[in-house]
T-cell receptor, first 114, second 116 residues
Framework: GAGVSQSPSNKVTEKGKDVELRCDPISGHTALYWYRQSLGQGLEFLIYFQGNSAPDKSGLPSDRFSAERTGGSVSTLTIQRTQQEDSAVYLC????????????FGPGTRLTVL | AQTVTQSQPEMSVQEAETVTLSCTYDTSESDYYLFWYKQPPSRQMILVIRQEAYKQQNATENRFSVNFQKAAKSFSLKISDSQLGDAAMYFCAYRSLENSGYALNFGKGTSLLVTP
């Protein structure tokens, strides 16, 4: 079946602009995660959605970052007033929903803030 | 929060040889999951192998195996008969079973170069 998809693949923006990154999880997966991978770093957890529950936003680095998940499926990560330090690869992952399940990752969106 | 340490930023192996990538972690939890993910230049994170902490037997997936030492909090990945397609970044990851969400904590990765 189809894997996790993300769009756009690459995004170049100017400092101060807002950007939206999209994630389409695997059909039927109830859990969805956003991670950020900065140059030379491991992945940093940003936010987690599980079904219709309130999201776990504990990893968001500032109030310029927000995310929503509509209808328990597609998710959008929004970064307002982008800064150069926001430049990174943003990865989305989904998981079927039980404790033992593995997370499956999308190909990521590379964001470059000029 | 749990920390995951990969002490080898880069490793090199010749084709057909064996290489071991190191990973240590810090936790006070008794049950958890550990993972190795591979990230080729395409950026796609691919699950290589996973280990449940309550299982004493080391996980194996074809040419990939782990050496899980729970007391030492060590989780190394062994790649046997290395192939050119194994060249990638390898990330070790920890998943708690006690916090909500089960997000992964990643190490900073090891870049594996495979030479002909």
């Amino acid at each position: 079946g189809a894997g996790v998809s993300q769009s756009p693949s690459n995004k170049v923006t100017e400092k101060g602009k807002d950007v939206e990154l999209r994630c389409d999880p695997i059909s039927g997966h109830t859990a969805l995660y956003w991670y950020r991978q900065s140059l030379g770093q491991g992945l940093e957890f940003l936010i987690y959605f599980q079904g219709n529950s309130a999201p776990d936003k504990s990893g968001l680095p500032s109030d310029r970052f927000s995310a929503e998940r509509t209808g328990g499926s597609v998710s959008t990560l929004t970064i307002q007033r982008t800064q150069q330090e926001d430049s990174a690869v943003y990865l989305c992952a989904s998981r079927p929903g039980t404790v033992s399940d593995t997370q499956y990752f999308g190909p990521g969106t590379r964001l470059t803030v000029l | 929060a749990q920390t995951v340490t990969q002490s080898q930023p880069e490793m090199s192996v010749q084709e057909a040889e064996t290489v071991t990538l190191s990973c240590t972690y810090d936790t006070s939890e008794s049950d958890y999951y550990l993972f190795w993910y591979k990230q080729p230049p395409s950026r796609q994170m691919i699950l290589v192998i996973r280990q449940e902490a309550y299982k004493q037997q080391n996980a194996t997936e074809n040419r990939f195996s782990v050496n899980f030492q729970k007391a030492a909090k060590s989780f190394s990945l062994k790649i046997s008969d290395s192939q050119l397609g194994d060249a990638a970044m390898y990330f070790c990851a920890y998943r708690s079973l006690e916090n909500s969400g089960y997000a992964l904590n990643f190490g900073k990765g090891t870049s594996l170069l495979v030479t002909p």
